[in-house]
């Protein structure tokens, strides 16, 4: 996934952000991508607004490996990088892209999931899972898997998207059929994920929108670049030791203590009360030399100020790991 920063407009030649009428504004983004078993950053760079997430959507097939799973956002969806994976042994998982064509495993002919959906809550039938052909050139078999919302979540969903005063928006009657369900597709097959397990296993995407928050909220990362102005030098250093500390320093102490603490306790740590600790602790440059230096001399501290709140719900690394 990919977040986004704002940055003085006169670097706007370096890190063009959206066209606006108000003049020049910049906005850096940065790629990520992280392995959600061992919570590492697999891939980082940094580029500007424009550089979309489709144009990164390709970057993956450099580190997959056979039986890896990607969850994918919307935003990198490509059809041709879907199939590659699949040529590489590695399983997929993503949100179904609207706008793209859809057809018949079995008779070739294109399908209409506004009809499917009605005529499976007709049959109070609350999963469609089925196999399908993407695109109308490419043909790419997939698994579709759509899992029916609860009705007052499916019409606030609908009602957030008639209030969409975007101009170039009108919604069909087929979006607004489609809002209903949360829809998947996968090359994952049914023997290896049920379709009420494809939707538990796409939640774990969200651990990558935490890295991010913690990232913006506990790091100042945002007030770093809260200047009228600032030399594009500056900047790009800037970004690249926040990235290169993030990377070989904070991932790598948590990631520690989260193993140590679990031992110790069978409890995790929370990466927002780990990165609360951190930014507070590292202030003082003696702290940091005696973290680095003995860092078991810190886990009875860990224990006791970072672990998750007991709650009966499942917190994020519970959901990964149990």
Request: charged share 30%.
């Amino acid at each position: 996934d990919s977040t986004c920063v704002n940055v003085p407009k006169n670097l706007a030649s370096f890190f063009p952000s959206s066209f606006v009428k108000k003049g020049k504004s910049a906005t850096a983004r940065i790629q990520l991508t992280v392995d959600l078993l061992s919570d590492d950053y697999e891939q980082i760079s940094l580029g500007s607004f424009r550089d979309n997430d489709g144009k990164a959507s390709k970057d993956i097939l450099e580190i997959v490996q056979p039986n890896d799973l990607i969850l994918r956002d919307k935003g990198y969806w490509s059809l041709d990088v879907f199939e590659l994976l699949d040529k590489k042994e590695c399983y997929f998982l993503s949100r179904l892209k609207y706008g793209v064509n859809i057809f018949d495993n079995e008779n070739k002919e294109q399908l209409q999931l506004k009809k499917l959906f009605k005529k499976a809550k007709k049959n109070n039938l609350s999963v469609v899972d089925i196999e399908v052909h993407l695109g109308t050139k490419k043909r790419l078999k997939t698994r579709l898997v759509a899992i029916r919302l609860p009705e007052e979540v499916a019409q606030e969903r609908r009602r957030k998207a008639r209030n969409d005063r975007h101009s170039k928006v009108n919604h069909s009657e087929d979006y607004y059929e489609r809002l209903g369900w949360c829809i998947f597709i996968t090359n994952i097959p049914l023997g290896i994920l049920s379709a009420l397990q494809i939707t538990k296993v796409y939640r774990f995407r969200w651990r990558i929108e935490i890295i991010f928050k913690v990232w913006k909220s506990k790091f100042n990362f945002d007030g770093m670049f809260n200047k009228t102005s600032m030399k594009s030098s500056r900047a790009i250093i800037t970004f690249y030791l926040l990235l290169a500390w993030l990377t070989l320093f904070f991932t790598r102490l948590y990631n520690y203590f989260l193993i140590k603490v679990f031992h110790r306790t069978k409890r995790f740590i929370s990466i927002f009360k780990f990165a609360e600790f951190l930014s507070v602790f590292m202030q003082d440059e003696d702290n940091v030399d005696k973290l680095m230096g003995n860092p078991d001399d810190f886990i009875d501290f860990i224990v006791s100020s970072c672990l998750y709140d007991k709650r009966k719900r499942q917190n994020q690394m519970e959901l990964i790991y149990c």
